[in-house]
């Protein structure tokens, strides 16, 4: 079956970064896009960064766009997420997520604050 399983959180200070991984079984991870979802204290989950099959593209939030960068490794079959310049509103539990397919891993959450 699918897994997806996130690492890579912590508590950060503002302007600090941190690099996600998320290493994806059960599924031919090439042919799928993947997704960087968040979701902040008391909010509703939202999309931060998606990449295509291949690597290719690349789309962000704008809310993260020129901060996060969306990457992966088909041999290894995970996708990263390297956030930059964080910021207290970056605060979240994230996860990743396969296109098409509606499971979740356990996330890793990302706490910025001084």
């Known amino acids: 079956q699918v897994q997806l399983v996130e690492s890579g959180g912590g508590l950060v200070q503002p302007g600090g970064s941190l690099r996600l991984s998320c290493a994806a079984s059960g599924f031919t991870f090439s042919f799928y896009d993947m997704m960087w979802y968040r979701q902040p204290p008391g909010k509703e989950r939202e999309l931060v960064a998606r990449i295509g099959r291949d690597g290719g593209s690349t789309d962000y939030a704008d809310s993260v766009k020129g901060r996060f960068t969306i990457s992966r490794d088909n041999a290894k079959s995970t996708v990263y997420l390297q956030m930059n310049s964080l910021k207290p509103e970056d605060t979240a539990v994230y996860s990743c997520?396969?296109?098409?397919?509606?499971?979740w891993g356990q996330g890793t959450q990302v706490t910025v604050s001084s």
């Open positions: 997520k396969a296109d098409y397919f509606n499971t």
